[in-house]
Each structure stands twice: as C-alpha cells, then as structure tokens.
C-alpha cells in the first residue's frame, strides 16, 4: 500500500509538468499570431522599398502613355489634313470627270448629226434608184413601134439618174469617213471616261492607300496604348494594395512599439500622390487640395449604364498634363458606385468638394446619361447656391430619375413614369406630367452649357420620338417625348444639338464614343 502512494506522489509532478508546458507553448503560439508582434521594421523597409518601386513604374507608365496620346494626336491631325489633300483631289478628278462626260456626250450628239445626214443621202439615193427602175420598166412595157421613138428620151433620163447617183454617193463619202473619225474620237473619250471614274468612285475615304497607311499606324499605337492603360491600371491595383499594406505595417509598429519614432517609416506614405488618390466608398470624400494648387477641376460622372465613361472618353492624362484636378465620379456618389439609387449623396459630396476648391479655380463637368442630369443638377443646384460659377457644364445624352429624360429636363412634380408601347394610360400620365411641369432652366452661373442628346435607341427610357396617348375626348393620339433641349437663362452660352444614329441600338454608347473626339477640343480654351 505505501509502494502504491509513494508511486502516485512521484507521477504528480510529472503531470504537472506536462500541463504547465503545454500551457506555455497555447501561450506562445498566441503571441506569436498576434497582429503587432508580426510587423517588424525589416518589413515595413522592405514594403516601402515596393512601394517606391511600383511608383517608379507608374510614373514610367504614365511617361509611355503620355507620349503614345501625343503620337495618336499627331496621326489624327495628319489623317485630317490627308483627307483635305484627297478631298481636294478628288473634286479636281470628278471636274475632270464630269467634263469628259460633257465632251463624250458631245461627240455622241456629233455622231448622231453625221449618222442622220448619211441617212438622208441615203434616202436620196433610194429615191434616184426608185425613179430609175420605174422609168426602166415603163419602157420596157412599151412595143417595139414605141420603144424606137422614145428610146433617146430613155437613154437620156437613164444617163441623168446615174448622174444623180453618183454626184450622192460622192456626197456621202466624206460623211462616212467624218463618222469614222467621230467614232474614234468617242472611243477614246469612253477609255478615258472609264479610267477616271476609277479614280472619282464613292469609296470611303479611308480606302486612300496613304490614309489607310496612317489609319494602320493609328491602330498599332493605339493597341499598343489599350495594352499600356491595362498595365497601368494593374500597377494601380498593385500600388494601392501595396500602400494599404505598408500603412498597416505601421499602424501595428506603432502599436507594438509606441515610443519610437517612425517619421522615416511613414514618409513613403505621405510622399506618395497614388496612395492619395486611392478610391474610397464613402461619398463625404475630402479633396487632398493645396489652396493654388490646380487652376482648374474637372469633375467626370459616370452613368448607370456606363459605369466607367472614362475608358471611353480618356481625358485624364490630357487633363492633368494642362496641371488641372481630374476626379472620376458616379452618378450616385463619389465611390465604387454602389451607392443609393439617387444622387442625393453625390449632391452632398459635390458641395463639400467646391468648398475645399479655391474660388479663382475653374470648375468644369462632364457627365453621360446618369451622370449627365447629376451634373446639371450639381451645377445648377448646389454650385448655384454656393454662388460658384461653372466655367464648362457637358452634359452626353442626360436622364434624370427613373432613366427618364423628362425628370432632367422638366422641374416635375415628383418623377414622370415611364411610357410603354401600348399603355395608352401609362402613356398619358407620362404626357401630363411634362404639360404641367415647367422646362429646368440652365442657370446663369453656368458660363458654357454643352448638350447632346439622342432619341434613337435605349439609354433613357423615353427615347421614342412619339408614343400613343389619350387625348381630352379619349381618342388615341400621337404625342412627342420630352426633348432634349434645355431653357437657358442670360449670361450663359449654350450648344444644344440632338445627334442622329439611324435607330442604332447602341446609339448611346455611340454617342459618347463620338463626344469623346469633340471634347478635346471644347476643353482646352477652359484648361488654360
């Protein structure tokens, strides 16, 4: 019985040895996965080290890019000035075709002079031959008795109508070899008539070997720039991951170690512009602006069915090479676009934004569906009451709420519905609400108002040009749209125009892909 205790006591301290190293090493593993004990200042160097790297890259990128948009502007240039060249060629080459058209036309009529004239000797001829044979057979019909008496008067008219005909065909002859040189003359007009209506066909200009040579160029560059604004953003993704990595590598030195100092950790962080501009889904963004900084703002709103337009548009590069702010936005907020199905936030968002903007600073914006009534909205709006003038408003195929264009460009009484193919009552609830609404006016503090609208495909709702209604008596009757034109009120200049796309059904896609090469140009006198 003692052996048995004495064994129990010695096994005790065993036990509680193993127990207490297990503890230890469940202690150990905890704090080895703590977050702060991971960060280290090997790894926020090295973090800082990739974060200049992919700076150097992004810089390089945007260096190439820059230099390619230059390349596509000067191809662009040429490709129009060629097509001056050849238009001015082709309407010396069509004066020169339509002259010879006029000259073997001429000569066709010549032909036909000479070719009557030839039928009228002809005809002569004929007749001389008729008379002859007639006065043959009479004589022949007469007897021996009276044949002896006439026979000198015969032999005489016989001998007159020979003269007759020859003196004719000798008449002829020169017609004939006068014919001969006009046919001639008419089939070397045809050879050169064919010839050039080679040179003067309705081909597309584009056809031209030395624009089609600069239309190749032009694709090569750019395909070459698609591929560059591909690595480009790919850096940017990189970048960004890479930055919020190495800010929280600091956050848990900081944690770890509180009483040192980590001013040269921090400065990759605060130096770089990219992990400034890093997208946020909160829609009260503030601007990381420097009062002086940038002379102009451009803002870009994008709409629902185009959530990116800047891929379409590729204004920012040229943009920021004129030293102004480019912000990409969304219709319903300054995000991701996963915002509320309105533009209450972004309103909100814009108003705090143009208070950071200095007020000597140009303000420009740029919006397409969506995005085109958020930024008339926005400029007339908040900016109006902020008493800030707009210097350049485009506004690319606006809609208001509920994808309609009659919510942007009345004042509504709440929201239009939509109009539907047969919904006659629909219909006439859709035209009631635009009789008692009165036209949005483009504010005075507007300096340039840009608009263009389509009405030949889907993008608002309310594309059709006329729609079926019921009018006072209830009769079907057929009532227009909303236009797309807006009242302008004194002090603002407008460019109002409605573009046509024959029933394309992208037309507002199209219409943006267009707008994209005319606003370039609208920009630049507000850029510099």
């Keep these: 019985m003692a052996s048995v205790k004495t064994f129990d006591y010695i096994q005790r301290p065993r036990r509680l040895n193993l127990i207490t190293i297990r503890l230890l090493l469940i202690l150990l593993a905890g704090l080895y996965c703590l977050p702060g004990i991971a960060a280290t200042q090997a790894q926020i160097n090295s973090s800082s080290a990739k974060v200049k790297k ?115 065909k000798n008449k002829k002859k020169p017609l004939l070899g006068e014919l001969q040189n006009a046919q001639d003359m008419l089939q070397k007009l045809q050879s050169e008539l064919d010839t050039q209506k080679d040179e003067v066909s309705d081909q597309a200009l584009d056809a031209d070997p030395r624009i089609a040579a600069l239309n190749q160029k032009r694709n090569t560059t750019a395909n070459r720039l698609t591929s560059l604004r591909t690595t480009q953003k790919s850096q940017q993704r990189a970048h960004a991951a890479e930055t919020r990595r190495f800010n929280k590598l600091v956050a848990e030195f900081k944690q770890q170690q509180p009483t040192n100092s980590v001013a040269a950790a921090t400065k990759p962080s605060e130096s770089s512009n990219d992990s400034k501009a890093a997208p946020s889904s909160s829609p009260a963004i503030q601007l990381d602006i420097n009062p002086g900084e940038y002379t102009s703002y451009v803002f870009v709103i994008s709409g629902d069915q185009e959530p990116d337009i800047e891929s379409t548009l590729h204004l920012k590069s040229w943009v920021e090479s004129y030293g102004a702010k480019y912000i990409e936005a969304n219709w319903n907020g300054f995000g991701n676009g996963q915002g509320p199905l309105n533009n209450l936030g972004f309103q909100e968002a814009f108003r705090e934004y143009i208070r950071q903007i200095p007020k000597q600073a140009k303000l420009i914006l740029i919006g397409h569906g969506l995005g085109g009534g958020t930024a008339i909205d926005a400029a007339t709006r908040i900016a109006y009451s902020e008493k800030r003038t707009v210097d350049f408003l485009a506004a690319l195929d606006p809609i208001g709420n509920g994808g309609l264009r009659a919510n942007i460009v009345y004042d509504t009484k709440g929201s239009c519905v939509k109009p539907a193919e047969g919904e006659v009552t629909t219909n006439a609830e859709y035209v009631a609400c635009i009789r008692t609404a009165s036209k949005r006016k483009i504010t005075p503090n507007i300096k340039y108002f840009y608009n263009r ?5 889907q993008g608002p709702f309310d594309f059709q040009r006329q729609i079926t209604s019921l009018n006072a008596a209830g009769d079907k009757v057929s009532v227009p749209t909303a236009s797309g034109r807006f009242t302008i009120e004194n002090g603002t200049l407008a460019d109002q125009r409605r573009l046509f796309f024959s029933g394309n059904q992208n037309a507002h896609a199209v219409l943006l892909a267009e707008e994209a090469k005319v606003l370039p140009k609208l920009l630049v006198q507000h850029l510099r």
């Design 453 to 457: 609208w389509q009405k030949d495909a």
């Design 54 to 168: 992919l700076n150097s890259s992004l810089a390089s990128t945007r260096s190439s890019i820059s230099s390619l948009e230059k390349s596509m502007w000067s191809i662009d240039q040429q490709i129009l000035d060629l097509r001056k060249v050849v238009r001015i060629e082709r309407t010396t080459n069509r004066r020169r075709f339509h002259e010879a058209k006029r000259d073997f036309k001429r000569q066709t009529f010549e032909i036909e002079r000479i070719e009557k004239d030839i039928s009228l000797v002809d005809f002569d001829i004929e007749i001389v031959q008729r008379d002859m044979n007639r006065e043959q057979q009479r004589f022949d019909a007469m007897n021996v008795f009276k044949q002896r008496l006439a026979e000198n008067d015969h032999l005489q008219r016989q001998k007159e109508y020979n003269t007759q005909i020859t003196h004719l």
